[in-house]
């Protein structure tokens, strides 16, 4: 029994030692578990590392050359005048009685212009060839061949808004030399630019320029000759009478005293003929390379051709020249043949600021009629723009015969006028 009692023990003794040996066996791995497992660190910094890494040299990128940044032409800016001319202004009698008021014992022209005076006013320059002698009635009123007009004439034509008169032709010395140089004592009562014809050798050589819009226009006129009157003993500049080269050194001077373009209103050519001479060509051309820009034909008392020609100024700049052979009869009582027909022609004159070079645009021929009809018992005489006056279709005064007759004429003229534009120098 007490044997038993011992096994017993023994067993429970080796049962507890046993557990005992787990436990501990369960706690020795559980460490070296434990040991074999690293920790999770969350961290924004980098682990540290054995040894310093090298830091690498930067990278140098080549620059790029820019490219120019382009410098910007500027819009050219210009000045604008209006050249405005029309052929030559004659009186021959029998204009004269319709324009007489028996009331007041003068003469009136003004209704003359009064079709064509809108379009006259739309000028800066506005110029015509003054073929008549106005003396005054000491001298008589008379028509050709030895022309002397009211001086009521010279109020009409600034009514109609002429301001520059040229009168170097051939009807100058009509009436002799005191008539005219009463004619230019009359001129200068009025705001008329007048070249031509003078008074002394100091008047002939001082230089006319014109200026509008800050545009300045150098002005000459000359003519052919004065009928074979001689020109007054002792006074050689009274007729400006055309000289090739004293020409020539007249525009070289305009230019120099600070003209930017030069106006030639040069009396011309052969009577009735409608086309212009070899002479007449030559000259033109030749005073057009010499820097004329503008030449203002008259005396065939007919419309002729006019042309445009490429050309260069001092400074290199291309230019045009326009040469106007002629412009006929703006007023006279000529009839038949295109002897009534005369044009206004219109020019815009552009100045560019920045170097000071002319450009000659918007040419613009307008032919004019001169209509005479019965009032009373005499003949009146006005001016119309013939285009508009087909157009409008509405003068009482005028027949069909008349309407159908201008028709028929403003073909003719439009082609003569063309004649010589896009073609070579003829």
């Known amino acids: 029994m007490r044997r038993m009692r011992s096994k017993k023990r ?13 436990g501990i066996l369960i706690i020795v791995t559980a460490t070296l578990k434990q ?37 910007p032409v500027p819009t050219p800016e210009y000045e604008e005048a209006v050249w405005m001319a029309v052929g030559d202004i004659m009186m021959h009698k029998p204009e004269l009685p319709g324009a007489y008021d ?50 009521e004439l010279l109020d009409a034509l600034q009514y109609a808004g002429f301001n520059i008169l040229t009168n170097a032709n051939n009807h100058s010395l ?34 006319v320029i014109v200026e509008h819009n800050g545009i300045k226009m150098g002005l000459l006129a000359y003519t052919y000759g004065t009928n074979g009157i001689p020109l007054p003993k002792g006074k050689p500049y009274a007729v400006s009478l055309i000289d090739e080269q004293k020409m020539i050194n007249d525009i070289h001077r305009l230019k120099k005293l600070g003209a930017d373009f030069v106006t030639i209103a040069l009396h011309f050519g052969i009577e009735y003929q409608t086309t212009p001479n070899d002479e007449q060509k030559q000259l033109a051309r030749k005073l057009v390379a010499e820097g004329a820009d503008i030449i203002a034909g008259s005396h065939p008392h007919v419309i002729q051709p006019y042309e445009v020609l490429d050309t260069t100024d001092a400074s290199g700049h291309e230019r045009h020249g326009l040469i106007i052979y002629s412009m006929g009869n703006f007023i006279s009582a000529q009839r038949g043949d295109t002897k009534d027909y005369g044009v206004i022609y219109k020019v815009t004159v552009r100045k560019n600021k920045s170097d000071g070079s002319i450009e000659l645009s918007d040419i613009e021929a307008t032919p004019t009629w001169v209509h005479r009809y019965l009032s009373g ?13 087909i157009t409008a279709a509405s003068d009482s005064l005028l027949t069909e015969n008349d309407y159908s007759s201008m028709k028929q004429t403003l073909k003719v003229l439009r082609n003569r006028l063309r004649a010589m534009l896009n073609t070579d120098s003829q």
């Open 10 to 22: 023994l067993t429970f003794h080796f049962f507890l030692l046993l557990l005992s040996a787990a």
């Open 35 to 71: 040991d074999s497992v690293k920790p999770t660190v969350v961290s924004n910094s980098p682990e540290p590392s054995a040894e310093p890494s090298a830091t690498p040299d930067p990278t140098v990128a080549p620059t790029a050359t820019p490219e120019p940044t382009p410098t």
């Open 102 to 151: 028996s009331k007041t014992k003068k003469y009136n022209f003004n209704y003359f212009f009064d079709e064509v005076k809108p379009i006259l006013e739309q000028g800066d320059w506005v110029m015509a060839n003054l073929e008549t002698p106005v003396a005054g009635p000491a001298y008589g009123y008379t028509g050709y061949p030895s022309f002397n007009a009211p001086v």
């Open 174 to 207: 009509d009436k002799g030399d005191k008539a005219l140089m009463l004619t230019l004592q009359h001129l200068k009562e009025y705001p008329f630019i007048i070249k031509g014809t003078a008074e002394s050798q100091e008047e002939a050589d001082t230089p």
């Open 377 to 389: 018992s005499y003949y009146k005489y006005r001016i119309l723009p013939v285009e508009q006056t």
